[in-house]
């Protein structure tokens, strides 16, 4: 398959002005008339005679036209990647008509048919499946859109912009024309229409307009948007309050569907959202996915600005959108919420995708040099690694010179496509910095490793501290240059003051600096709120590590404090157990490590989020990425000790916490309350680890009398790794309550495929058969294969290789229907060098198997072929 390369980019020779297009809908044979537009683009010099191209694949040409002439059949091309013919002049008209199938549309690209709906998903290039277009970010075009479709069974009819006209045709069939005023280019094209309820809200603007809102859903699910709106709404007003950015059209639309490759997306005044970030309510729906409807919303919302109003110039510059609005949606979730919980979650989202990504096969810069495939560059290193760029910035320049940055970028390149050189441009001449060393982080894959060493010296009262850096070699990119990057220090004294605080501008291999006054020889808070995104390879004395548990005034380093201690134990202790086999006596004597979580336990002072997520140990996958080879049933055991001893130790604490934070008040999805759940879950969770039947009857309890799904799931989820009876009663009863409910159930199998149960692969191929479940939706296979492979670490590495055998078939299948999702699932499958012989050569053998495979998709082929490599 080709390769496309960032270096070729060359801007299109013809550009197009205006989009006319005509849907006549139809399950099997829709008709699309485009009246397109096109004028030679003066940065080419092109004119008449030059090549026109224009992409399109899956679908039948019908007829096309230029300036109102057939074109003879000697006089254009098409093959199955698009369409080429001359330019008769420098100005002219393109009509085609085309026929695409959106019930056989499996892939989720294009035009396809959800339940029984219509719906589209053309980014990043599923325009093209639609009709015959430009279809590249760069051409950025106003649309007018005709939908002609039956009125019983198509009764909404949606499409960007405004509405213009809705008229009754003959034949029980109806129209709608929808008109967006602002230039766009065609990923960002929407269409829905069905038969769906409708839940209306408004919001008045800044300068005082009324904009509608809308969110679209299934009949039945009316009562589950109150929260997305709510989000929706709160997100406008943040966005002006923030960043005095305000929505441009009067009718803000959103659409819930089940089957999505993806989250959510931001077409133009008419997002597209997987049901599950949109629908909630109390019995249905977790804190978790509150606060993912919340960000999600927000996510996709901010777009309209950063994405839309601004958009990228090609493919590779996919973070000047998607680093930009992940930053802007973790800072909205930031005031929203704790800030300090969800810089927690932020990191560990960075540590469990991003990191892993960019020390394996598959590392790549925030802007990509190459691919085959665009849907596989929607990674964690574009979006989350991209945020962390955009927040390093922030950091960098303080927020006012941030927010100047951000104002000259909207003032600039409104209505532009652009590029993330632009963006650092920006920030530059707003504030008056060089980032020439600074955008070495759009270029350069890898995590960088910070190693620090202290130096007190009494005498002097002066702390020297030294830092270097290093980045490993990546594929393809072996010689790495040092980066700019603030480091947020702080310097302790033991009474638990602060005696110097910091933001260090490192530049430099190895930088030397000396702080002064220091009045005793401190304890170092180094990278407070994970100020860069890095590794530290430092470790603390654990003594050091539980006083900063205690004693540290930023937050984030408590947490951080807890986890390196809690892994320097994990991981000695996985060395030990190679040897002995017994878990508990490799971790020895963990009395401290407990002593130092009961203080964080019982530390009223501290949020119950905070608390909650203090409590929970370092995952398996997090301590496998540090292990070479990792021994996925060591981990597992000794995580299990641990977590055992921890539960014994503190036994008492948890009993009172549980009682403590149960709660009479009717559910509300609250920051506060939520964090209340949380650490009565963990509590719960920790109770069920110390192996006393009682605590697994009272987990049964709970899930029986549980009055809101938060409860029910934690309640669950401690009975999920039992042999306990309750298990198969709870996991019955959730059954029988919500089969027909297709986003709730989605958690029932979820939480069977990461059972650490030894039968738990039986039992996800036992559960492929359910009714409910179906390889044609992604959340379907997310859910039950997915999670087999990415969240159950220790059956899914069962030594005999089953897991990954079972996961190949299951890709090599889903390949033929989605590609893009199968690909996307892939990546467990190329961590093969983390694991022993055995395992790597089995898990490279399914990589193989996979390779060979007939009419494999360019999507997985990238993916396999780059992690086999
Ligand atoms: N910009 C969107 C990314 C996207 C997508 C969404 C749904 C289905 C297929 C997709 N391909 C790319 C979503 C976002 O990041 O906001
Ligand atoms: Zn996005």
New binding site residues.
Partial sequence: PQVIRREDYTAPAFLIETVELVFDLDRDATIVASRLSLKANPERGSGAGDVVSLDGEDMKLLSLKVDGTALAAGDYEVTGEGLRFKAPSEQFVVEIETRISPVNNTRLEGLYVSQSAYCTQCEAEGFRRITYFMDRPDVMATYRVTINAPKDTCPVLLSNGNLVSSTDLPDGRHQAVWDDPFPKPCYLFALVAGDLACVEDSFKTMSGRDVALRIFVEHGNEDRCDYAMDSLKRAMKWDEDVYGLEYDLDLFNIVAVSDFNMGAM?NKSLNVFNAKYILAKSDTATDTDYELIESIVA??YF?NWS?NRVTCRDWFQLSL??GL??FRDQEFSSDERSRPVQRIKDVQRLRAGQFPEDGGPLAHPVRPDSYIEINNFYTATVYQKGAEVIRMMHTLLGAEGYRKGIDLYFERHDGQAVTCDDFARAMEDANGVNFDQFRLWYSQAGTPNLIWKGEYDADKQAYRLTIEQKTEPTPGQVIKSDLQMPVKIGLLARDGSELHAQTIDLTQAKQEFLFEDISEEPVVSFNRDFSAPVNVGTIPSHEDLAFLMGNDTDAFNRWEAGQKYASDLLIAAVRAYAKSGDADAALGNVNAFCNALRATLTNDDLDKAFRAQAMILPGEAMLAEQLQPADPEAIYQVRQALRRKVAIALQDEFEASYRHNASNDAYSPDATSAGQRALRAVALSYLAATGETVFLDLALEQYRTADNMTDRMAALTVLNDQDHPGRAEALADFESRFASDTVVIDKWFSLQAMSSRTDTLDQVKKLMEHSAFTMRNPNKVRALVGAFAMANQRNFHAADGSGYAFYADRLMELDNLNPQVAARLAAPLGKWRKFDEDRASKMKAELNRILAKENLSRDLYEIASKSVA
């Fill in positions: 931001e996510h996709e777009h994405g959108k998607e609005t992940v």
